[in-house]
């Protein structure tokens, strides 16, 4: 059974105030924070919108979020060109990212690194672009710079959990995870990995109380059922294993995993 990774990437949020049109940005900030991304789009559009970098900005971070990433790539290009700061080639670079373009990817995340030598998050998002192109290597020592800048950083740490599970250092890994979770118990993804890491040592039991955690804490995330839906499936619990399914496809109606897990639950359970 092949086990599915989501890859966990950060963008950092930065807004500076406008005084011109502060009232109109924070309700579209209102809108984008209560998850009303075309409302916020159009409400921008028709406002006293000029083309402010600030604006401008804003707007791609609202085409990231509804996953309209052409459009994101063609306003982000346009304003770190102008502002040239590490933070907007970051958030370039994690578009670029969401969209499969991984090298351009790296080239930007490269990009703001040399703006900014310091910035752990930008180091871990490289690693994290260097996984996904089996470069392991340069994944790792991207992840240690990170880490040495920012060792607490919990996403940081997360992060590099998640390479540890990809090159099968399932041990460390899970030191690595149940440490975050010491100082962030409701930190879900964390759960989500490490019931990940035990279940790739075939530790089911101990992954369903990871997964069933995460569940508690974010009853919306479609990994979570879809991971604690494999490991119902391996153990051949093939009732819970369906159910988990179903509710997968309910967060994510077009996921093409779920189909093929959904096969195999059909094929030997004879439901």
């Known amino acids: 059974m092949k086990f599915f990774y989501a890859l966990f990437l950060i963008l950092a ?17 209102k809108l984008r924070e209560a998850g009303r991304f075309d409302e916020a789009i159009e409400t921008l559009m028709k406002s006293n919108y000029t083309s402010d970098i600030e604006s401008e900005m804003l707007l791609a971070k609202l085409y990231l979020d509804k996953n ?22 970051n958030e370039l670079a994690i578009t670029y990212l969401s969209m499969g373009s991984f090298q351009e990817a790296i080239d930007e995340f490269e990009k703001s ?14 690693a994290q672009a260097y996984l996904i192109v089996k470069k ?6 991207a992840h240690k710079l990170a880490l040495k800048l920012s060792a ?57 109380i990871h997964l069933n955690r995460g569940i508690l804490i974010n009853p ?11 490991v119902y499936y391996k153990k051949g619990d093939y009732i819970n294993s369906f ?15 779920i189909a093929d897990l959904k096969k195999l639950v059909r094929q030997d359970s004879k439901l």
């Open 152 to 208: 607490e950083n919990p996403i940081v740490k997360v992060n590099y959990g998640v390479f540890l599970i990809k090159t099968k250092k399932y041990s460390e890994a899970k030191g690595i995870l149940k440490d975050v979770l010491r100082e962030n118990t409701s930190m879900f993804v964390a759960e989500l990995y490490l019931g990940i890491a035990h279940y790739m040592k075939e530790e089911y039991n101990s992954a369903l």
């Open 68 to 89: 309209a990433f052409e459009d994101a790539v063609r306003v982000y290009t346009r304003i770190c060109n102008v502002l040239n700061t590490h933070d907007c080639f």
């Open 13 to 29: 949020i930065y807004i500076p105030r406008v005084e011109v049109y502060a009232d109109n940005l924070d309700t579209i900030r």
């Open 243 to 257: 159910l988990d399914l179903k509710m997968a496809e309910k967060l994510s109606p077009d996921n093409p995993k």
């Open 113 to 126: 690194i040399s703006l900014n030598s310091k910035s752990a998050m930008v180091y871990s998002n490289l």
């Open 136 to 141: 392991y290597d340069k994944a790792e020592e």
């Open 220 to 230: 919306e995330s479609f990994d979570l059922y879809y991971h604690r839906a494999i």
